[in-house]
């Protein structure tokens, strides 16, 4: 499985960015997904995640801002970012698992695939 994000770009305070993820192969929709995200000097986190049914997770920064979903038919993961903050700015990473998971989050040592990252920053 090869992950490819698109999306991220320049956007002042309160504004929204709609991140891609689009996946090659055919086991996407058997695949857990999360997006992650890395800001300098600071440790990969997850963001958002979702499940092979669509059950979502937030991490606290982002619950109500952020929205999480995919399009099986399409192969693709997104992430809609709105009211962003300059502490959003951060490397997005789009990451998945294909092995088995017992609960409703993905932490960097569970991904089993890596997309090479989109760029968002939140700046006036």
């Known amino acids: 499985v090869q992950l490819v994000e698109s999306g991220g770009g320049l956007v002042q305070p309160g504004g929204s960015l709609r991140l891609t993820c689009a996946a090659s192969g055919n086991t996407f929709s058997y695949l857990y997904a999360s997006w992650f995200r890395q800001a300098p000097g600071k440790e990969r986190e997850g963001v958002a995640y979702?499940?092979?049914?669509?059950?979502?997770n937030y991490a606290e920064s982002v619950k109500g801002r952020f929205t999480i979903s995919k399009d099986s038919t399409k192969k693709t993961l997104y992430l809609e970012m709105n009211d962003l903050k300059p502490e959003d700015t951060a490397m997005y990473y789009c990451a998945a698992r294909s092995g088995p998971l017992f609960r409703l989050w993905l932490y960097n040592d569970d991904v089993d695939y890596w997309g090479q990252g989109t760029q968002v920053t939140v700046s006036s």
């Open positions: 979702i499940g092979k049914l669509g059950l979502t």
